[in-house]
């Protein structure tokens, strides 16, 4: 007894019948009324979204002889041949194993006979861009000058790979993965076309599985009717594929929320003793922060949210007890995660690990937004705020820190007396001046400005040593020996620096670069770059000068700067 997979059982016979495809199919029809058909068609997209099946549709639409409005009827002679797939003027070829110049130059050749049957001759082929580059050359010509009543319908999931001389002669419709709603509705009809009861919760795992492709969706719903008794639930998909059931998700939330290193581990075991996928697992973990971030940035996102009503009721219960930066840190944690797991050879382990990585994860908070919350609590408020810029009152301080700002914890019994301060005081902050500010005042003013405008310039001209002469009528910037590639590099922008000079200062002087005399002395070019160009460490020991309240408390907390990855989502424009 022969089986017909769904996939081809239900595959459109109209255009009418291809789902989610409209901008592809309304033009193709309404190009088939006017008679306006291009000789060449490029369908790309992802896997399982219609390419192949579009394009057999108009082939059957060119030859068919009940042509209805642009739409094949179906059920004439030829398109039940094409639908058969042996007739004899549409021709399918799957470049994936037909890649060489030869198969092309044999297509090529029958290209040139008239049609057999039909009106017009069509060539399907399928994954162009596995052709050869001696393929592709050989199908140019033809479609530079093709054949009269000849059409090439080209399907691909990488697009980029085509030669755009290729490219350029074809019109291309660009296919889309389908939304839930589209891809469940139409597996409910199948599933009722097959005397099959899909309930919610089973088609709402077959949609998620199939990821937007129609075909992946027909699929895995014709493997779950295999194994079910005509009822397909959450259940029944879950033991169909071995899938990690949702609610395993919640209870690990739970966990990291307790910081309950052991209950997670238990869910771990509990899963290996079942036999189920701990690389499934480690991909939901990823799904699973991502769904916490989106209840926890607004709960109205939740039809994003591909669970049942209770779950996602939960899940925003516990979305509260994290903060976006957390939940933003975790989900790119448990990616980097998930990759190691995915390749390798003890996935347990890497996974117990990434769970208790989980369960100890501190949460994140930006110091200068702390500080700011705590200098709005005046003393007594019971807010544990700064008083007169000190240490909050009851608080243990840190350890004193050293000139590389470096915070560490103290241990219990060794730091000062309480309410003392817990490194030296802090002297008043100078005035931004270097040493080169003292001989030519506004030097690292200049310095600064080039940076920004003209890094290569400023990083040159830092390296000197600059002096006034002539009455304040000429600058003079001295170089080492050393620096003779630098002084040659920007030897011809000595007029671009007498115009930045002169829109800073507001005056004009006559720029002179020398070598051999003297040179900028590391401790002054030092003292320049951590004025110009600080690092995040220099950026926050500066901050902490200026504000004793922010001082006191990244020597309580232990701070330290974000890492640049991190740094770039906290845009303080966009507090």
């Known amino acids: 007894m022969s089986y017909q997979a769904l996939a081809r059982k239900y595959r459109p016979e ?30 790309s997209g992802p896997r399982g979204c219609g390419k192949t099946t579009v394009a057999r549709l108009l082939a059957k639409a060119i030859n068919c002889l009940d042509n209805r409005e642009g739409d094949p009827c179906g059920e004439c002679e030829t398109c039940l041949a094409i639908a058969r797939g042996n007739y004899l003027d549409v021709l399918e070829i799957d470049a994936a194993s037909n890649t060489g110049v030869d198969n092309i130059r044999e297509l090529r050749d029958m290209a040139q006979y008239s049609p057999s049957e039909g009106s ?15 393929a592709f050359n050989a199908l ?26 290729i490219l350029s002669r074809c019109q291309r419709f660009d296919f889309r993965l389908l939304s839930r709603d589209e891809l469940g509705g139409r597996l409910t009809e199948i599933a009722e076309a097959e005397g099959v009861t899909v309930e919610a919760t089973g088609l709402r795992l077959l949609v998620s599985l199939a990821e937007g492709s129609m075909r992946d969706g027909q699929s895995l719903l014709d493997q779950v009717i295999a194994g079910s008794d005509g009822i397909i639930d959450e259940a029944a998909v879950v033991a ?19 910081k309950d290193a052991a209950r997670a581990l ?14 499934a697992f480690a991909r939901g973990v990823v799904t699973n922060f991502r769904n916490l971030m989106l209840l926890k940035i607004d709960p109205e996102l939740a039809p994003m949210v591909d669970l049942p009503e209770d779950q996602i009721e939960s899940l925003g219960k516990q979305a509260t007890h994290f903060q976006e930066q957390d939940l933003l840190a975790l989900i790119e944690r448990s990616s980097r995660h998930f990759e190691v797991i995915h390749r390798s050879t003890q996935p347990r382990i890497h996974l117990e690990a990434s769970l208790v990585e989980y369960c100890r994860f501190e949460s994140r908070v930006l110091l200068a937004d702390l500080a700011r919350r705590l200098e709005t609590l005046g003393p007594g408020t019971g807010g544990g705020g700064l008083a007169g810029g000190g240490l909050a009152r009851d608080a243990k301080p840190a350890a004193p820190r050293g000139p590389s700002r470096t915070a560490s914890a103290q241990p219990a019994g060794k730091g000062p007396a309480r309410g003392a ?9 100078a005035p931004d001046m270097t040493a080169a500010d003292a001989a030519v005042p506004g030097w690292t003013d200049l310095i600064d400005l080039l940076m920004k405008q003209n890094p290569r310039l400023g990083s040159c001209l830092m390296n000197g040593l600059p002096s006034l002469e002539e009455g304040g009528k000429r600058l003079r910037v001295s170089f080492a ?3 003779k590639f630098q002084v040659t590099s920007i030897a011809a922008e000595c007029e671009t620096i007498e115009d930045q000079i002169n829109n800073l200062w507001g005056r004009r002087l006559r720029v002179e670069l020398v070598m051999g005399e003297k040179g900028q002395v590391d401790s002054v070019k030092e003292e320049i770059r951590q004025e110009v160009a600080p690092t995040h460490r220099e950026e926050l020991d500066k901050a902490c000068e200026k504000d004793k309240s922010l001082g006191d ?7 330290q700067p974000l890492p640049d990855s991190e740094r770039e989502r906290w845009d303080p424009a966009d507090k």
Do not use: W
């Open 120 to 134: 017009s001759r069509v060539f399907i082929i399928d994954e162009v861009h596995m052709l050869s580059k001696g």
């Open 14 to 43: 109209t255009f009418a019948q291809v789902v989610g495809q409209a901008h592809v199919t309304g033009t193709l029809r309404a190009a088939m009324r006017k008679d306006k058909l291009s000789h060449a068609y490029l369908f």
């Open 140 to 165: 140019l010509k033809i479609l530079e000058e093709p054949p009269p009543r000849v059409f090439f319908f080209f399907a691909t999931t990488e697009p980029n790979k085509i030669p755009r001389t």
């Open 421 to 429: 301060s817990a490194r030296p005081a802090r002297q008043s902050p």
């Open 266 to 279: 238990r869910l771990v075991d509990d899963l290996a003793s079942s036999g189920q996928s701990l690389d």
């Open 553 to 559: 408390l990244v020597d309580l907390m232990g701070g």
């Open 481 to 483: 020996e050393d620096k």
């Open 240 to 258: 169909a594929f071995g899938l990690v059931r949702s609610e395993l998700f919640i209870e690990l939330n739970e966990a990291i929320v307790a």
